[in-house]
């Protein structure tokens, strides 16, 4: 469950994990926090950003307002071979506050239109959960 105010942009590869833990996201990002719009430090990416759950943790993570999402989780519900369905969910308190499907063509390397709060955050994380998820699909 990535921060929900955590903007992914790139996959991050700073050599500080040996081997990078499980992570929401699939791999490791580098990317913006939109609680407070600034690059966030290496350290920050490893505890906070990439893992969700900073609400008390992170400084930046102070100023947003308590009846905010603290993590968002993606599944994979369906791979259709051109499009994947997916799921995501924004926890509050370890417990699901809201949900929607996704579904993402990927020749057209885009999602289906989608109309919730901070779905640019939202999405970019998709992305690169979609993108870590097909780096490691095996076809058959």
């Known amino acids: 469950m990535a ?4 903007h992914p942009v790139e996959r991050f590869e ?3 994990w040996l ?3 499980r992570l929401p996201l699939g ?6 926090c939109r609680a407070g719009d600034f690059e966030p430090a290496s350290d920050e990416l490893r505890k906070f950003c990439n893992v969700g759950y900073a609400r008390g943790q992170c400084r930046h993570f102070s100023a947003i307002p308590s009846d905010a999402p603290d ?6 519900t369906s ?10 969910i924004l926890e509050k308190n370890y417990s699901p506050a809201s949900h929607g499907p996704l579904t993402y063509d990927i020749a057209a390397r885009t999602f289906a239109p989608l109309n ?3 779905a640019g955050t939202l999405l970019a994380q998709a992305r690169m959960f979609v993108e870590s998820y097909l780096s490691r699909r095996v076809r058959v």
């Open 3 to 6: 921060c929900p105010f955590f």
């Open 14 to 16: 700073d050599g500080a």
């Open 19 to 21: 081997k990078p833990p």
């Open 27 to 32: 791999d490791p990002c580098r990317g913006l």
């Open 71 to 76: 993590a968002i989780r993606f599944s994979i």
């Open 79 to 88: 791979d259709g071979g051109s499009t994947l369905a997916l799921v995501y």
């Open 116 to 118: 919730v709060p901070a």
